[in-house]
């Protein structure tokens, strides 16, 4: 199956400083998705982004398919962004779709 | 509007007793039924998912196993719990032919 690698495993920011987070895939990018883990644990959408780039706020992602990896750009970030960021590409088949995920980035921001 | 509700939260239950965690959907029918498990390290594995009532596909052999018995509504059960099973177990849903999943607040089980 496909293998999802996200980058930096790890990051210590700054509040109000930016970042990219990024996703490489091994296969054909089909149904992206990136969500926030809060510290509670649950999985928030961020975005739903196949190709091309959205924006939300501070948030704003791009995947290009063709080379297969995403973005996922935090600008001003504050700290209520802190938790883990995952992608996930999903697939559909036998009537179902399931993602495979990155391992995530852990984003810490301090005062 | 849809939501996903899971529970309960948290659990603590000793090694080889039975688990029940329930998810339920609202605001949509005939979804596609998905659990997720969190182990230490981040990573996030399916482990079972459902196109509908009764029809449940494994992806992972394991301890555990699922049911769907109304149509929004899925169950992850264990007959006997082990250490291994640990862990941050989330329910999905998406739409039947969809390419966005929705997930719930998770539960958290400890097994000692």
């Known amino acids: 199956g496909i293998q999802v690698e996200q980058s930096p495993p790890d990051l210590i920011l700054q509040e109000g400083a930016n970042s990219t987070l990024r996703c490489n895939f091994s296969d054909s990018v089909n149904n992206l998705q990136w969500f926030h883990q809060n510290p509670w644990g649950q999985l928030i959408n961020l975005f739903y982004i196949p190709s091309g780039t959205k924006q939300n706020g501070r948030l704003s992602a791009t995947t290009v398919a063709t080379e297969r990896y995403s973005l996922l750009y935090i600008s001003s970030s504050q700290t209520t962004d802190s938790g883990v960021y995952f992608c996930?590409?999903?697939?559909?088949?036998?009537?179902?779709?399931?993602?495979?995920f990155g391992k995530g980035t852990k984003l810490s921001v301090i005062p | 509007s849809q939501t996903i509700h899971q529970w309960p939260a948290t659990l603590v239950q000793p090694v080889g007793s039975p688990l029940s965690l329930e998810c339920t959907v609202e605001?949509?029918?005939?979804?596609?039924l998905y659990w997720y498990r969190q182990a230490a390290g981040r990573g996030l594995q399916l482990l079972f998912y459902s196109v509908g009532i009764g029809q449940i596909s494994s992806e992972v052999p394991q301890n555990l196993s699922a049911s769907r018995p109304q149509d929004r509504q899925f169950i992850l059960s264990s007959k006997k719990l082990l250490l291994s099973d640990s862990g941050f177990y989330l329910c999905?849903?998406?739409?039947?032919?969809?390419?966005?999943?929705?997930f719930g607040q998770g539960t958290r089980l400890t097994v000692v």
């Open positions: 605001g949509t029918s005939n979804p596609n």
């Open positions: 996930g590409n999903g697939n559909s088949g036998a009537g179902s779709y399931q993602l495979t």
């Open positions: 999905a849903w998406s739409r039947q032919g969809g390419t966005e999943a929705f």
